[in-house]
């Protein structure tokens, strides 16, 4: 018996249909309930997709994987796999510790040194908080000035997320396509200026650290590689106009061609060696080399549903429709099968 946690979560719908399809058992269960440990009775694996916005799931998700993990129960994203989930900070060193070929970043727990050591830096940098996604929370500081404010405000009063940088993002999406849809978006994301989500009001300030990366100059895109077990989907994002960054552009090219080996060997070395089960990476181009900007667990799905492919660990092309999302519990399935803990 597998047991999905199906509120609120994009993968969730595709673990469903994949066990309905396949004749699986499964039961839904609530993560948040206090009876979760009693709720996983007979069961053999938990999945459960939690996202970077969920404030409650960010109060004790962790502690909830690594205790199931305790009981003997298969979890997708296991501990290894969603530590550093929406952790930059963290990832600066999970990455370090294995010498991946990243982006160089510095990070700073006193204003002090950290003001030392911008007197010396190269500019531009990109100041990024510890969270955030689609390009939330990152900024180009192009000079020192700029960042001593950064840093000065970083161990005072702190940062909150922008309510105006969903807005931003709406327009933009409306002006690249201009729609019915794109236009009742933007209507949305003015109310949510205006009226708060809870998610923005439940926030905690951010505060007594500092983090920056090194700009890596002359890119006008990325590339995100998500590498699955032994598999890898990929996609070319492009850079919007005026902006250094590609993540929630939204202008994605999906052909097989314009993916280089050396970020997909990359790709499936690092995962292999932080023992993930699924973790997306961003590359930019660094001098002669393809570097890591930062990883992650989760993903939106409705990037990928082009993809005409995936790639296997020894770099082969299998042609065809893919489902993430199905490629993440088959692969939960199929370690119950090695241990004869579900039928074949």
């Known amino acids: 018996m597998l047991a999905i946690h199906t509120k609120g979560a ?3 719908a595709g673990w469903v249909e994949y066990c309905n399809i396949n004749s699986i058992p499964f039961k839904e269960v609530d993560c948040f309930s206090s009876d979760i440990m009693n709720d996983l009775d007979g069961c053999s694996a938990l999945l459960w997709h939690w996202s970077h916005i969920d404030y409650l799931a960010h109060l004790f998700a962790r502690q909830l994987i690594a205790s199931v993990e305790a009981r003997g129960v298969l979890v997708f994203p296991s501990t290894a796999t969603c530590w550093h989930y929406d952790d930059k900070v963290g990832q600066k060193y999970l990455l370090d510790s294995i010498g991946a070929p990243a982006v160089p970043s510095h990070v700073f727990y006193d204003r002090d040194r950290a003001l030392s050591w911008l007197q010396q830096a190269a500019f531009p940098l990109v100041w990024k908080l510890r969270g955030g996604a689609g390009s939330q929370n990152v900024r180009l500081v192009r000079n020192f000035d700029a960042a001593q ?18 807005l931003r993002e709406k327009i933009w999406h409306f002006r690249r396509q201009p729609g019915l849809n794109n236009f009742s978006n933007i209507g949305r994301g003015l109310a949510r200026v205006i009226v708060p989500h809870e998610i923005h009001r439940q ?3 951010e505060r007594n650290y500092v983090y920056f990366q090194d700009f890596v100059p002359e890119n006008d895109h990325d590339i995100r590689v998500i590498v699955i077990g032994e598999r890898a989907i990929a996609i070319k994002r492009m850079i919007r106009d005026g902006d250094f960054r590609a ?3 939204g202008l994605i090219l999906h052909a097989k061609g314009e993916i280089p080996e050396e970020c ?6 690092v995962t292999e060696k932080i023992d993930s089960q699924c973790c997306a990476f961003d590359f930019v181009r660094d001098g002669s080399r393809w570097s890591i900007i930062e990883i992650s667990y989760a993903f939106s799905l409705a990037g990928y549903v082009d993809c005409p492919g995936f790639w296997k660990a020894d770099l082969s092309w299998h ?9 993440m519990i088959e692969d939960v399935v199929s370690r ?3 241990k004869n803990i579900l039928p074949r």
Not at 149 to 166: C, E, L
């Open 336 to 338: 119950l099968n090695a």
């Open 149 to 166: 404010a950064i840093v000065r405000r970083s161990f005072g009063r702190g940062w909150r997320s922008s309510r105006f940088h969903a």
């Open 203 to 205: 926030q905690q300030a």
């Open 319 to 327: 042609p065809g429709a893919v489902r993430p999302e199905h490629f």
């Open 247 to 249: 993540s929630g552009s």
């Open 264 to 269: 997909l060997r990359i790709a499936f070395d």
């Open 10 to 12: 994009s993968f969730a």
